[in-house]
T-cell receptor
């Protein structure tokens, strides 16, 4: 299995609080992604990174920010959490070959509940 | 922009029966196509991918998929399912290149009858 660790695995917090989710990889891979998964919507890309300090928005980036200060860590921050951000969040990294910028290995997810 | 449709939200098959999960895509250029599987409480695992070449692609766990350009389809098949195949399956379409990102279908949940 690809070395991807998400933390925390579960979190319950209140509306208006800041939340940071961490994705840590041991594969030294350039591309990293954050997705959210909701019933009826499948997976939707929030943000992705193509290198240290290089990030870009996905299709549902509003209310989220990311940072990547080193190759192995990709942080997702909800500056002021809202109930609509209750979801399961997945981190992914790219593959190992020429198709390496596509998300091919996923973490086990973080279940976030915002009350 | 690309899109992908999985017409079946749920599919139920008997153990040992054959399986076909449908996926249709829309993309203006040559697509790169993927199938992922997700077991409950787990992340997604890549089953197989198509980038070019042979349109019949073999994947892990005995799955295969066939790219049919004329039908804009990339259906997933398995000749004989096992109870452990019960999971949710996602088709995705994308392209190489920094600005092209994978788009996932909404998934098909596979149920296996004993």
């Amino acid at each position: 299995d690809a070395g991807i660790t998400q933390s925390p695995r579960h979190k319950v917090t209140e509306t208006g609080t800041p939340v940071t989710l961490r994705c840590h990889q041991t594969e030294n891979h350039r591309y990293m992604y954050w997705y959210r998964q909701d019933p009826g919507h499948g997976l939707r890309l929030i943000h992705y990174s193509y290198g240290v300090k290089d990030t870009d928005k996905g299709e549902v980036s509003d209310g989220y920010s990311v940072s990547r200060s080193k190759t192995e860590d990709f942080l997702l921050t909800l500056e002021s959490a809202t109930s609509s951000q209750t979801s399961v969040y997945f981190c992914a990294i790219g593959g190992r070959t020429g198709d390496s910028n596509q998300p091919q290995h996923f973490g086990d997810g973080t279940r976030l509940s915002i009350l | 922009a690309q899109s992908v449709t999985q017409p079946d939200i749920h599919i139920t098959v008997s153990e040992g029966a054959s399986l076909e999960l449908r996926c249709n895509y829309s993309y203006g250029a040559t697509p790169y196509l993927f199938w992922y599987v997700q077991s409950p409480g787990q992340g997604l695992q890549l089953l197989l991918k198509y980038f070019s070449g042979d349109t019949l692609v073999q994947g892990i766990k005995g799955f295969e998929a066939e790219f049919k350009r004329s039908q804009s389809s990339f259906n997933l098949r398995k000749p004989s399912v096992h109870w452990s195949d019960a999971a949710e399956y996602f088709c995705a379409v994308g392209a190489l290149g920094r600005d092209d990102k994978i788009i996932f279908g909404k998934g098909t949940r596979l149920h296996i009858l004993p």
